[in-house]
C-alpha cells in the first residue's frame, strides 16, 4: 500500500478557500486517490475520489498532477461546520480495506 | 443516516468481559469492514468480509474475532476485555466488487471497560 503523508493540522477562516495536500510517492498503477472527512465520534464520510487530472463535486475539488505523486484536497469558501479530520488515502478502489493514516485536523475560526 | 446499522451505540463493561458489536451494511452491499478507533491509535483496521467469508485481516488481536451471517449483518465479538480495548468500533461496507465509490461507515459503537 502506498504510504501518504498530509500536514497534521491547518487553521483557516471562514469563508476561505482551503486546500490540503498529499503527497504519495509510492502510488502504483491501479491505485485511486480518496479522501474522507471525520467528525468527532462519527464515522469517516466519503468526500471524492479520483485518479488523475481534476475532479469535482458538490462538496470539494479533487486535483492530482500527471505524475500522480501528489494530490490535493479543495474545499471552498469553508464554513465553521466543516472543522473535521480529513484523510488522503490511496488504494485499488474496489473490495479492498481502507488504511487511515494520521489525518489533516482541519480548524475553521470564525 | 449513512445507511450502515451499528448497535449498540454505547456500551460498558467490566475488565474480563465478553461482549458482542452488532452491524447491518447498506443494502446491496456484500462487504463489511470493523476498525477501531482510540485517542493514540487513530483508526487501525480489524477485519474484512465479503459475502459470508474472512477477506482480509489487519491488527485484529487473538481476543477478537467477528463473523458475516447469510443475511450479511455482521458480528464483531470481543473477549476478555481489557481496559485498553475501550475505544470506538466503526463498521464500513461496500459494494465489494469492481469500482467502489467509497465506503460507507456507519457511526459507531462506543466501548468503555472499566
Known amino acids: 500500500l502506498a504510504k501518504t503523508t498530509q500536514p497534521i493540522s491547518m487553521d483557516s477562516y471562514e469563508g476561505q478557500e482551503v486546500n490540503i495536500t498529499c503527497s504519495h510517492n509510492?502510488?502504483?498503477?491501479?491505485?485511486?486517490i480518496t479522501w474522507y472527512q471525520q467528525f468527532p465520534s462519527q464515522g469517516p464520510r466519503f468526500i471524492i475520489q479520483?485518479?488523475?487530472t481534476k475532479v469535482t463535486n458538490e462538496v470539494a475539488s479533487l486535483f492530482i498532477p500527471a505524475d500522480r505523486k501528489s494530490s490535493t484536497l479543495s474545499l471552498p469558501r469553508v464554513s465553521l461546520s466543516d472543522t473535521a479530520v480529513y484523510y488522503c488515502?490511496?488504494?485499488?478502489?474496489?473490495?479492498?480495506?481502507?488504511?487511515f493514516g494520521k489525518g489533516t485536523r482541519l480548524s475553521v475560526i470564525a | 443516516d449513512s445507511g450502515v446499522t451499528q448497535t449498540p451505540k454505547h456500551l460498558i463493561t467490566a475488565t474480563g468481559q465478553r461482549v458482542t458489536l452488532r452491524c447491518s451494511p447498506r443494502?446491496?452491499?456484500?462487504?463489511v469492514y470493523w476498525y477501531q478507533q482510540s485517542l493514540d491509535q487513530g483508526l487501525q483496521f480489524l477485519i474484512q468480509?465479503?459475502?459470508?467469508?474472512?477477506?482480509a485481516k489487519g491488527n485484529i488481536l487473538e481476543r477478537f474475532s467477528a463473523q458475516q451471517f447469510p443475511d450479511l449483518h455482521s458480528e464483531l465479538n470481543l473477549s476478555s476485555l481489557e481496559l485498553g480495548d475501550s475505544a470506538l468500533y466503526f463498521c464500513?461496507?461496500?459494494?465489494?466488487?469492481?469500482?467502489?465509490?467509497?465506503?460507507?461507515f456507519g457511526s459507531g459503537t462506543r466501548l468503555t471497560v472499566v
Open positions: 488515502l490511496v488504494a485499488i478502489s474496489g473490495n479492498t480495506p481502507l488504511v
Open positions: 479520483g485518479y488523475k
Open positions: 443494502s446491496g452491499d456484500l462487504s
Open positions: 464500513a461496507s461496500s459494494e465489494g466488487g469492481g469500482l467502489d465509490y467509497g465506503y460507507t
Open positions: 468480509y465479503y459475502n459470508g467469508e474472512e477477506r
Open positions: 509510492n502510488i502504483a498503477t491501479n491505485d485511486y
